[in-house]
């Protein structure tokens, strides 16, 4: 069964509960990582992902639109064609950009789905979309410090 027939099967509450449970799952993957990396530098990034991600389950929780009204940056893609590194213990900061950024894409293909399946739906479409969005934004800010930090000529 495909992503598509799955939700569509589904009532708007399960639909919401699944999205919580992605975010809680980016939360779990990130606190692991926090607990396990024995640099500093790499233990605030992590925080930082998990507060980001605890923000979209409030926002999917309260059904908040008005909190996503900026356009996405546009997707840079930097981190489109690396491997994913396997979540262990002291992570380099690349690695946690790399794989922060990529779940930042999953997730945002996983709402720009949603969004795609409700058209019809102009609430629920908007709000799949913004939130597609600001996933996006998330991917575009990692992707961003990869490159400053990582991609740097010279």
Do not use: W
Request: glycine share 2%.
């Amino acid at each position: 069964m495909s992503f598509k027939e799955q939700v569509s099967s589904m009532n708007m509450e399960a639909i919401v509960e699944m999205c919580i449970d992605q975010e809680q799952q980016a939360i779990d993957l990130y606190t692991m990582a926090r607990d396990q990396a024995k640099d500093k530098s790499a233990r605030q990034k992590f925080q930082e992902l998990i507060d980001m991600e605890t923000e979209h389950k409030v926002a999917l929780k309260d059904f908040e639109l008005e909190r996503y009204l900026e356009l996405p940056p546009a997707d840079l893609k930097v981190t489109d064609y690396l491997m994913a590194p396997n979540t262990r213990e002291n992570m380099t900061t690349q690695q946690i950009l790399i794989l922060a950024a990529k779940r930042e894409g999953k997730t945002a293909r996983m709402y720009q789905e949603l969004a795609d399946l409700f058209v019809q739906d102009k609430k629920l479409n908007t709000f799949f979309q913004m939130m597609a969005d600001e996933e996006l934004r998330h991917k575009h800010d990692l992707e961003t410090e990869y490159e400053n930090e990582f991609l740097q000529e010279g």
